[in-house]
């Protein structure tokens, strides 16, 4: 579509610009703009469709056929540009493929098979509240979110010990390359190159702990489930959408509880709430912000019409703050009844990934909470900012033993 066609049209036309600086610094001022311009805008920006309301969205997700992924998540369009890697197997791709590899995937994530994970995230918690409540004052991005999470998550994969420092700026990539090429995405992409190469030699067979997730995922090749070639693709899915996630869900559900002092109080008093308590930090401060879906042929949404290979702007952190779908949107709350909000999207495509992330964190916060009895800003906490990821670079903070 033109800009011109877009202009004469009945429906709103934004200048917003989600990739730029002052948005991902402060998104929520824009969200709002977004979502009470309408449920579908027209983004003059990047000539692309937007919605920042949950309804639309979830509407969306819903239906896969129409508004299709295998033209990537991101603001590039795979029908017309090349992607700047092999396409994920599992997030860039769609019914039937996407159904049959989910399916594996799914069972080497699914939560039975992770109990037996539990236990090495108990011992890697309770050394690292040890160290904190030793030093105090601490910086909980470098002291807590990256470390417990670069100790856990490659040790359930299988990958080795050295090199994991690659896993961070890889993943950073991966997220800024949804968005468009930047400043942002330009500055993540200096020196990727052996970054990529760490990243893919961890994924071949012979590198992964006979064991751990990643070599399940081989073990479905020798059974037929896998075709050998998509094997190492789907293990880069874990080590693409595994960190920052996790790293920045720590980081922020930190920083919501150092800045609701009761929220803590309330669960340190009743760790049973720990798990709602992670949802909505995920709610109130989603990771994963922003992604794209492509249509697939001329449909509309809300009355508006949308042609064939459109790119779909969506964002969860709007509709996940949207006040016709919550209540008191602005309010954490770990109370809060906060099933069916977007952090880990929805429909086919919803995070394959949530019980590995929530067993992560459950027994980290079960952990601190236990031994911790506040958090306190310290400090500064500043955003790494990233295309589509909302997270924290440094959140120094003084904790107090209980
Ligand atoms: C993947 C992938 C990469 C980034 C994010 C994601 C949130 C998946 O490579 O499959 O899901």
């Known amino acids: 579509m033109t800009l011109a066609t877009a202009e004469q049209s009945a429906f709103p036309v934004s ?41 639309e969205m979830n509407d969306v997700l ?19 540009e090349k992607p700047w890697r092999p396409p994920s197997l599992l997030l860039e791709s769609d019914p039937p493929e996407h159904t049959r590899r989910r399916a594996v995937v799914g069972k080497v994530l699914s939560a039975g098979n992770l109990r037996r994970l539990k236990a090495d995230f108990e011992v890697a918690a309770e050394a690292l509240v040890e160290r ?7 910086e909980a991005v470098r002291d807590i979110a990256e470390p417990y999470i670069l100790k856990v998550f490659p040790d359930a994969v299988g990958i080795g010990k050295s090199g994991r420092e690659n896993l961070i700026p890889y993943g950073s990539a991966v997220f800024n390359a949804f968005g468009p090429q930047n400043d942002i995405y330009r500055e993540s992409m200096r020196g990727i190159e052996p970054v990529s190469e760490w990243i893919m030699s961890n994924c071949r067979r012979e590198n ?18 896998v075709p050998p070639d998509e094997a190492p693709i789907l293990v880069r899915s874990f080590l693409s959408a595994g960190i920052d996630t996790t790293v920045h869900s ?16 309330k669960l340190c008093a ?10 909505e930090a995920v709610r109130f401060e989603s990771p994963f912000q922003t992604y794209f879906r492509t249509s697939t042929r001329d449909t509309s949404i809300a009355g508006v019409p949308i042609a064939n290979n459109q790119k779909l702007f969506l964002s969860a952190g709007s509709a996940n703050r949207d006040p016709r779908r919550w209540e008191r949107p602005d309010v954490f709350d770990i109370e809060r009844q906060n099933l069916g909000h ?7 495509h919803g995070c394959i990934g949530q019980m590995i992330a929530r067993l992560e964190t459950e027994v980290l916060f079960t952990a601190m909470a236990r031994r911790i009895a506040s958090i306190a800003i310290a400090g500064p906490a500043t955003h790494r900012l990233n295309n589509v990821l909302r997270g924290l670079d440094t959140l120094p903070l003084t904790v107090t033993a209980q």
């Open 132 to 138: 904190i409540l030793e030093k105090r004052q601490i």
């Open 62 to 80: 819903a239906d896969p056929q129409t508004f299709s992924s295998s033209a990537g998540i991101g603001i590039a369009n795979f029908n017309n």
């Open 208 to 225: 992964l702990r006979p064991g751990g997730l990643g070599s399940e995922v081989y073990d479905a090749v020798d059974t037929g489930e």
């Open 270 to 279: 009743n760790p049973g709430l720990v798990r709602s308590a992670f949802l």
């Open 250 to 265: 720590i980081g922020n559900a930190l920083w919501c509880f150092a800045t609701h002092p009761d929220q803590w109080k």
């Open 15 to 55: 200048d917003i610009d989600p990739f730029s600086k002052e948005y991902l610094g402060d998104p929520y001022p824009y969200h709002e703009q977004l979502r009470e311009a309408g449920p579908i805008v027209w983004l003059r920006k990047w000539d692309c469709w937007a919605t920042g309301r949950h309804k």
């Open 342 to 348: 977007m952090g880990f999207g929805a429909g086919i």
